[in-house]
């Protein structure tokens, strides 16, 4: 089992930048694929990145694909999502979702841990 706690959301203009974190407790973290989806209100919850496990593989959702980074560090059980070129329709709740063997990185019910989510508001 693995614990997951987010941190780095907050308030930012369109076009700045932010740095979410993902920091795990429990279990190997490396030995986990790492998702990050978003829920804006009145809207379902959205794919936005996944790593895989130690080669470190990663996967974007097309709306994020060329802004958004995710990169994890299995020394400090740490996954980062660097957010870049932020624009308004990018404000949602972030989670961050792990689980040690699934098939499709990019649905969330395939993801058994969560985190309680940190909000992310881009300003026009």
């Known amino acids: 089992q693995v614990q997951l706690v987010e941190s780095g959301g907050g308030l930012v203009q369109a076009g700045g930048s932010l740095r979410l974190s993902c920091a795990a407790s429990?279990?190997?973290?490396?030995?986990?694929?790492v998702g990050w989806f978003r829920q804006a209100p009145g809207k379902e919850r959205e794919f936005v990145a996944a790593?895989?496990?130690?080669?470190?593989?990663?996967y974007y959702g097309n709306s994020v694909k060329g802004r958004f980074a995710i990169s994890r560090d299995n020394v400090t059980n740490t996954v980062y999502l660097q957010m870049n070129s932020l624009k308004p329709e990018d404000t949602a709740v972030y989670y961050c979702?792990?689980?040690?063997?699934?098939?499709?990185?990019?649905?969330?019910?395939?993801?058994?841990?969560w985190g309680q989510g940190t909000q992310v508001t881009v300003s026009s």
């Open positions: 429990g279990r190997s973290f490396s030995d986990y694929v």
């Open positions: 790593i895989r496990r130690s080669a470190g593989r990663a």
């Open positions: 979702a792990a689980d040690p063997d699934l098939f499709w990185y990019n649905k969330d019910d395939e993801y058994d841990y």
